[in-house]
């Protein structure tokens, strides 16, 4: 359940006076306890004791050390099963604390309070939890579903412009694959700030759990919901890798103008739709250098992603804007194609 948070918090406070949760844990990062900690502890009403755990901020941290240093602070805080745990932050956050949950004693309750755009859009909606392996993107998880999602708009001002982008990515996705007027919208914003993002978020978040709802466990059309993220994934990886990350979003923008050319070479879509969505694509996240990557590497990480069967590349691509096919798989000409058309995007 998805509830927007009035200034005072008086609902997840009355979530938690309805409950008898024996304590409470409130998992941040270094950024969200810096912005963030302080507007929500001024208005969290109970007298329930909680602890604040910390982690230092970024993907490399999404990892099953930091999984483990978390288990072993909830154990040695005697947190039992009848705790409750607070992720209040962004994908990371969202991700690794879901993923702790849902582990510790067999699973505790948690809910999830986004504070980055991202993570309101898409990663703390949906019940996946996870943790990185081997640079390899999400690959040890669980489905868990919180009790709660809680969002509150006024946390997106504390974002700087690159992770507004980062979550922007994810709502243009939700238009391409599943509601055409929502990328008709998204595309007239002239400057992404939280102030003319916000009244779209919504909707976003909807699209995504409508689609979740008709497919928890990504049987089917859930996967429409990886476009832009197969290849988006495995330069995700790449740069993890060389100590040069880069954020989600990005990866995802430039995922999705590879497989959306992709879909073009596939015939799925045509030309004029292939152009017209890499341009307005191309409007807000800037060209990204990924000549250094040889095809090769990249395609050890596509042939590694979690949504292959069989060693064949499921991609998900659009079929128009505004709806995708998804368990697709490509001839590995044209997905080289792909990938060459975004390194000469460079000479535009």
């Known amino acids: 359940m998805i509830t927007i948070l009035d200034h005072s918090f008086s609902q997840l406070n009355q979530f938690i006076s309805e ?8 998992l941040v990062d270094e950024n969200t306890h810096e912005y963030c900690v302080p507007l929500f502890l001024a208005n969290l009403e109970t007298e329930i004791s909680f602890e604040i755990l910390e982690i230092e901020p970024g993907e490399e941290m999404k990892n099953i050390q930091t999984a483990n240093q978390l288990w072993e602070i909830l154990t040695e805080m005697h947190a039992d099963r009848k705790a409750l745990l607070i992720n209040l932050g962004g994908g990371v956050i969202t991700d690794m604390g879901g993923f702790v949950a849902s582990t510790y004693k067999r699973g505790i309750q948690f809910i999830n309070i986004p504070t980055t755009l991202l993570s309101m859009c898409d990663a703390s909606i949906g019940g996946k939890t ?30 700087p412009v690159k992770e507004l982008k980062s979550g922007f990515a994810e709502m ?11 990328w008709e919208e998204l595309i007239q914003i002239q400057s992404l700030d939280a ?29 429409t919901l990886n476009f832009g993220h197969t ?4 330069i995700e990886s790449l740069c993890l890798e060389d100590g040069k990350p880069i954020l989600h979003g990005e990866a995802v923008a430039l995922g999705m103008i590879c497989e959306t050319h992709l879909a073009y070479l596939e015939n799925l879509i045509d030309e004029k739709t292939s152009e017209l969505v890499i341009h307005h694509i191309q409007r807000y996240f800037s060209f ?34 505004g709806s995708c096919a998804f368990d697709y798989q490509c001839s590995t000409e044209n997905i080289t194609k792909a990938l060459n058309f975004y390194r000469k995007l460079s000479e535009y």
Not at 138 to 144: H, I, L, P, R
Not at 197 to 222: H, L, W
Not at 313 to 321: A, E, G, K, Q, V
């Open 130 to 159: 996870g943790i990185d392996l081997m640079n390899y993107k999400n690959m040890v998880g669980t489905f868990a579903f919180p009790e709660q999602i809680y969002f509150y708009p006024k946390f997106l001002e504390t974002l």
């Open 19 to 26: 409950k008898s949760f024996s304590k409470i844990f409130i």
């Open 172 to 182: 243009l996705k939700h238009g391409l694959i599943a509601d055409k007027l929502h």
């Open 288 to 321: 990204l250098d990924m000549s250094s990557y040889e095809d090769s590497k990249i395609f050890d990480l596509l042939l590694n992603d979690k949504k292959n069967v069989d060693e064949k590349i499921n991609f998900s691509l659009i079929t128009d804007i």
């Open 195 to 223: 102030l003319g993002i916000e009244k779209f978020i919504p909707n976003s978040m909807n699209i995504k759990q409508e689609i979740v709802n008709a497919d928890c466990f990504e049987k089917n059309i859930r996967k």
């Open 231 to 234: 290849i988006g994934h495995a």
